[in-house]
C-alpha cells in the first residue's frame, strides 16, 4: 500500500480501487495512518471530518481535502483563515466545485491550511499556525494554498484543492516541487455564493503531483454553472485526450524582470535556464522579449484585493454582529479592509477596467505570433519561516518582501490568463523554483500538452518529499 500511495497519482489510485487491486476502504485508512504520522510536523491539515461514502465516478474512493478560504464544504466551517471566521456557521452546503469533486467520487477528509484570507505568499495564520515545507520544515510552503501543497508533497494526499488570487496555487507548487495550474478565468465556477473571486483575479482547480491528474480534475470541474456570470471559452475535446499529444513547435518569450529590477537568486535563475535548455531540445523556440503587461500585484489588484476585504468584512459583520476587535485580525488583513473601505466607486471600477485593458494588451502580444510565456515561477526559494509574516508595524515593507518574492504569478490574474508552475531544477540543497509558463486566455490545453511533454522528458514525481 505504502507504495502505491508513493508512487502513483490520482487517477492510478483510482484505477487500482477499480481493479480491485486494493479497497476504498485500505486507502481511507493508510491515508489517514499517514496523516496522523505526517501532519504534526507540517500543519499541512487543519480540519478533518468523517468522509461521506463515495460516488461513483472517475475517482471514486481518492482522498482528497477542500482549502479552507472561500469554497463551502458541507458540515465544515469555512475560517478563511481567520480568527474573526472562526465561529462562523457550519456550511449547510456546497460550493458548485466541491459538489464536483463529490459527484467525482472523491473522498473529502477535511481542510488545508491557509493564510488569513488568502492575503500572504506564505501558509502561517495566527488561527491555525505555521504550515511548514516536507522539503525543508524550517522553510515557507508557500501561500496561500500552502497547506495543499505541503499535503500533496509530503504523500499525505496524491492531489489536493487550491485556489489562485496573485499566484496562490503556483507560489505553493513552486516551493514544495510539484505542478500547478491557475485556469483561465471563469473556467471553474464560483458558485454558488459568488459570482467570480475578487473581481476575477482568484480561480480555482488543484495543485497535484502529476499533469495527468491536472488535466482530469480540469475536466470534471470546469463549465457553466446555474447562474454564472461568464464562462471561459471551452476547448476542442477533453484536456485528458490532449494530453497524449505533443504540443505543437512553440514560439516562448522568455522573461527574467531583470530590466524591472527584479533580482533572482542562483536557483530561480537555474530554474529558467533549465526551462530554456529543456524546451529548446524539444524543438520549441525561445526569445527574449519585452512584456507590455509585467506585474499585476500594484495599482489595480491593490485596489480590488483591498475593496473586497472591506466587503467581505461588512458581510462579516452583518453575520456576526460585531465589527472585528483587535484581535480578530492581522495586521495585513485588518490594514488592506481599512484601505478598502475608504476606496470610492469610480476608482474601484476604473481598477476593473485597467485590470481589463492589460488583458487586451497581452491578448495583442499573444496575436503578435507569441504563443507562451516563460519566467520563473519565483524569484526565490522558499524563505524560513516567519520571514514573510507581517506586524503591525511593517505591513508596508512586508508587502514589499511580498513583491520581491512573487514579481512573476500576478500578471496572469490581472489578465484571466492561465499559467502553471513546473517542477525542473532542483539545487544542491534540494530546493526549488518552479518554470512558470503563461498562456493566451482560454489555452490551458497548450500549457497541459507541454506540461506532459515536459514531465515525459523529465518525470516530477518520484516520490514524497
Known amino acids: 500500500m505504502d507504495d502505491l500511495l508513493d508512487r502513483t497519482d490520482a487517477v492510478g489510485l483510482a484505477d487500482a480501487i477499480r481493479a480491485g487491486e486494493v479497497s476504498e476502504a485500505e486507502v481511507l485508512d493508510a491515508t489517514m495512518a499517514r496523516i496522523d504520522e505526517r ?18 465516478g472517475r475517482l471514486r474512493g481518492v482522498p482528497f481535502a477542500i482549502k479552507d478560504l472561500h469554497f463551502a464544504m458541507r458540515g465544515t466551517v469555512t475560517t478563511h483563515g481567520s480568527r474573526y471566521f472562526a465561529d462562523a456557521p457550519v456550511d449547510d452546503h456546497d460550493a458548485e466545485v466541491v459538489r464536483r469533486y463529490r459527484e467525482a467520487g472523491m473522498v473529502l477528509l477535511g481542510r488545508t491550511n491557509s493564510p488569513e484570507l488568502g492575503l500572504s505568499t506564505t501558509t502561517e495564520p495566527a488561527l491555525f499556525g505555521p504550515c511548514a515545507n516536507p522539503l525543508d520544515a524550517s522553510r515557507s510552503a508557500g501561500g496561500s494554498s500552502g497547506g495543499a501543497a505541503s499535503a500533496v508533497a509530503s504523500g499525505m494526499l496524491t492531489v489536493a484543492h487550491a485556489s489562485d488570487g496573485g499566484g496562490s496555487i503556483r507560489i505553493p507548487s513552486s516551493a514544495c516541487g510539484l505542478f500547478g495550474l491557475k485556469p483561465t478565468r471563469g473556467r471553474v465556477s464560483f458558485g454558488p455564493d459568488a459570482g467570480e473571486g475578487w473581481s476575477g483575479y482568484s480561480c480555482t482547480h488543484v495543485i497535484s503531483r502529476t499533469v495527468r491528474d491536472s488535466a482530469v480534475l480540469l475536466d470534471l470541474t470546469s463549465g457553466l454553472a446555474p447562474g454564472d ?31 524591472d529590477g527584479i533580482e533572482l537568486d542562483a536557483t530561480a535563475r537555474g530554474a529558467l535556464d533549465a526551462a530554456v535548455a529543456l524546451c529548446e531540445e524539444l524543438g520549441h523556440r525561445l526569445e527574449e522579449a519585452d512584456l507590455p503587461v509585467r506585474r499585476g500585484m500594484g495599482g489595480p489588484q491593490g485596489v480590488i484585493t483591498s475593496s473586497n476585504m472591506a466587503a467581505l468584512m461588512v458581510r462579516r459583520e452583518a453575520q456576526c454582529g460585531r465589527p472585528p476587535g483587535p484581535d480578530d485580525l492581522e495586521p495585513v488583513a485588518a490594514s488592506l479592509a481599512a484601505r478598502g473601505a475608504t476606496f470610492t466607486g469610480p476608482e474601484y471600477a476604473q481598477a476593473v477596467l485597467d485590470s481589463h485593458l492589460m488583458g487586451r494588451m497581452m491578448g495583442q502580444f499573444h496575436e503578435s505570433g ?3 510565456v516563460l519566467t520563473p515561477t519565483l524569484a526565490r526559494v522558499p524563505p524560513p519561516l516567519g ?11 512586508w508587502g514589499a518582501r511580498q513583491g520581491a ?26 530546493l526549488t523554483v518552479g518554470s512558470h509558463f503563461i498562456a493566451p486566455y482560454g489555452g490551458e490545453t497548450l500549457l497541459l500538452q507541454l506540461a506532459a511533454q515536459l514531465e515525459q522528458a523529465q518525470p516530477f514525481w518520484n516520490g514524497p518529499r
Not at 233 to 257: H, K, M, N, Q, Y
Not at 414 to 428: K, R
Open 229 to 259: 456570470p461568464y464562462v471561459a471559452p471551452a476547448p476542442d475535446g477533453t484536456f485528458e485526450a490532449a494530453i497524449a499529444a505533443p504540443p505543437p513547435s512553440l514560439r516562448i518569450a522568455v522573461w527574467d524582470g531583470s530590466a
Open 405 to 430: 518574492y512573487s514579481p512573476f504569478c500576478a500578471m496572469a490574474n490581472a489578465t484571466g490568463q492561465p499559467a502553471m508552475s513546473v517542477p525542473l531544477h532542483w539545487d544542491d540543497r534540494g
Open 387 to 397: 520571514e514573510l509574516v507581517a506586524t503591525a508595524d511593517n505591513v508596508a515593507e
Open 370 to 372: 507569441i504563443d507562451l
Open 39 to 56: 501532519n504534526p510536523a507540517l500543519n499541512a491539515i487543519t480540519t478533518l471530518v468523517d468522509p461521506e461514502p463515495a460516488a461513483e
